[in-house]
């Protein structure tokens, strides 16, 4: 089995990681760093659960070969918060009923994250259309899309501050 | 001062009713909560299931060896491993963990290679030569009732009928000859699944003490652990179960997996851990959910429209093997009489075996279908009798506190309250039938249990239970057997007992869902959780809460029954400036009487019907909603578009609204996502191929669900008023919103543009069908046409209680009741 010695960088840190060149970065992610906030509800790219963010681009994860990944900045759910205190996201997903399960929420957030990283005040239609490829069984959406628009409103106001 | 356990009487609340971050909020969105595939434990092996690729054959030979050779596998099991047979229900313990003798769908398990890794096991399954001899198959009910033979199962009623059965509740062919009118409908629901984001896993170790650990993605790790013992052939207290959290289960996690007994069996010839997660391809064949039902309503009203009979057949696709089908048959009519009062209901359920992959309880269990055929049937006899449909259903709402023709004691109900809401909200008088070509209004109505009253194996034991453990750190320890899945059983927990305490529910530790641990709480399943783990927390933290009154009552200089616990604190209800923490008041309770501890159980009320079968149906209440939906429906493409939805459900009591609202909102999601575009369907390949039964969509892409740019806005109205039998009066929520929604679209296509699809999913291939006869001067309908010969039972008969009797069967003297 062919394998490879990279280093990768996840949530800011360098980490050196050795990985069979067939895996993911879904796997390498989950099984080689242990970073298993990262769901999969497919592993073909239909689901939206592995989402995180490559080089601030929301990306599939069990899409992407980590091989393609050397040298580029991996942002997973582990890496959202800030210190002890969640990100807005996060608290407003908690509060708003954006999360049941939990199971699509890592990648949804990573997702929105990207979406109001470039657009601070997102409409209702833009949220809906940025998460589309997101699948989510519980909510029925609607506790995500506030979810998301509180969090913009507070990101807002942080950034006003 | 309270009867011993018994929860103090309320009316004002700090916690309940007020929105609140769930107890796993945080969890959730930080990617900390670990979910069973998220499980890693050292030496851990992986397990890979090898699938029939026919849908029914007789096994001749299974050749592992070479399987056995390839480097890195540790072992290669077969059915020979599994000589005990399983299953949900008692009356259908039909499955083995590895089939023996014979595949009866495609994707059968036949065989589990253990190896190194994932991909190890994968290769090594294509290095097991099984011989199969194919043999005819069955792809419908239909074709199940037209061939016996075949057999796919030895046992049933006859040929592939798995279940048949008949209930005749007063005369219902008097009834109906007497009636102003009397429509005849038939209706078909298509099969879907429940499609949880998280695929199926499961770990099984042998722990320190020898005893064997499985965790997993189960929403009943009670019933897991017992068929486990009997699957193992061990005894169950040497067998532990925990409920990881599940990602989402719908039902589809109800029933034991053949992957949960192959992993764990290989711990135990390995002494390893052993884990296996399903690929998604393989959850949609390990499926067990929505029953295909076709169904025949034969109606009779009087000249108000008012019902005065109801003739139910049902015809379920139960698919290969048994699951819940016992119970599901039975769901497909029982719950009929509870929206509407109905003198006379007569109720015929046949469940088929057919070569696919076996069908069970799906978010609404067995209901969606008979309430998608009456509310729609509803909507008909309302547009020939020239009514308003919300008029004619409030009109013959079922009454509080009454008992149906079939003798369920229907106790509190808010049905009434939820059709004027809806109506209200959606401007269904001044815009139904006035929105202009192509839009249109549709309302339907449900009923849903709070929980089965009875288990699904017999017994008389208690459904639910709770410990409580306290102690001077202030630290209030909750454990219950029941599950996570999502739904928010976790934050119930801890809300109920917070609030019996008076502390924050920040204060609560939750240990759920580990049979090793928790005391027994039957499942997360038939909407049960919130009534019945709920009123055993709340009997556990009364008694409690007498302990550490009666301590902090010498200090207060009070008496215990005036002592009152709210926001942290404990105090003299006459003086509450006389005041201690909650820690405080635990500590002195902790000198006086030792460790406090308590514990809580749940049973249901006994029912009052007495006839064999009356163990369906009955529940401590019922949840009501009523749901109005806006269609658009293009002309030209058939596609059907849903601006907005209303729906108000009559839920007791809002423990956490913002999770009431969220599973009212997923209702409404998962109910659309079935009217218009779910199907777990199946198709032959050609002759030439194999004849194979094939899933039609085994994929998430291809399995259409609503994305975040279909779903429509949903405004919701809890209407909140308690019921006596239930926790602070809380009803169900997870179950009982799905249920109007199917109807109320189809019922909207028809306001939109006059054609009736008589059928889920109601996609635009259907509407532009119905719409062309339309156009024909045809009768403007897609749907079944046709209702096989069924050999029903000759029914057992029961006569109302309005009509005297005492609830068990009439054997005798049924014309002259």
Partial sequence: ?161 | MNAPGKPPAKTRFDTIGKPRRRVDGRAKAIGELRFADDLVLPRMLHAKLLRSPHPHAVIESIDAARARAHPGVHLVLTGDEFPVPYGIMPVAQDEHALARGKVRFVGDPVAAVIAADEHTAAAALELIDVSYRPLDTIASPEEGLAKPEPRIHDYGEQGNIHRNQAYEFGDVEAALAKSAHVFEDLFFYEGNTHLPMEQQAALASIEGDGKLLLASSTQNPHYLHRQLARVLQMPAARIRVIATPNGGGFGGKCDPGNHEFVVAKAALVLGRPVKICLTREEVFYQHRGRHPVLMKFRTGVDARGKLTAVHLQTLLDGGAYGSHGPASTFYTGVLTPVTYELPRFKFEACRVFTNKPACGPKRGHGTPQPRFGQEVQLDKIAVKLGLDPAELRLSMVTKPDSLTASWLRVGSTGLAQCIHKVVEMSGWKARRGKLGAGRGLGLACSAYMCGAGVSIYWNKMPHSAVQLLLDRSGQVTVYCGATELGQGSDDVLASLVAEALGIDPGWIRCVTGDTGITPIDLGSYSSRVTIMMGNAALQAAGKVREQLAAAAAEQLNTLPERVVFSQDRVFAGENPGNTMTFVEAVALAETKFGTISAVGSYAPPKAPGKYKGAGVGPSPAYSFSACVIETEVDAKTGWVTVPKVWIAHDIGRALNPVLARGQVIGGVYMGLGEALMEEQAFRRLPPKLSGALVHRTPSILEYKSLTSLDMPEVEVALIEDPDPNCPYGAKEVGQGPLLPVMPALANAVYDAVGVRVDEVPITPDKVLRALEKKAKGELPRVGPESFPAVPYPQATFVLPPSEGGDGSEAKEGRKAA
């Fill in chain 1, 1 to 161: 089995m062919n394998r490879v010695r990279m280093t990768l960088r996840v949530n800011g840190e360098e980490q050196e990681v050795l990985f069979a060149t067939y895996k993911t970065l879904l796997e390498v992610l989950r099984e080689e760093l242990n970073l298993t906030g990262t769901k999969h509800g497919c592993e073909l790219g239909e689901c939206g659960a592995c989402a995180v963010l490559v080089d601030g681009e929301p990306v599939l994860s069990c899409l992407e070969l980590a091989l393609q990944c050397e040298g580029r900045d991996i942002q997973t759910v582990e890496g959202l918060a800030r210190g002890t205190e969640l990100h807005p996201l996060q608290a407003a997903f908690a509060d708003c009923g954006g999360s049941q399960c939990g199971y699509c929420t890592s990648g949804m957030l990573m997702t929105a994250k990207a979406l109001l990283d470039k657009e601070p005040a997102p409409s209702r239609e833009r949220i809906k259309e940025a998460i589309s490829g997101n699948l989510c069984r519980c909510t029925g959406y609607q506790q995500i899309w506030e979810a998301i628009e509180q969090a913009a409103q507070r990101l807002r106001t942080e950034a006003k501050a």
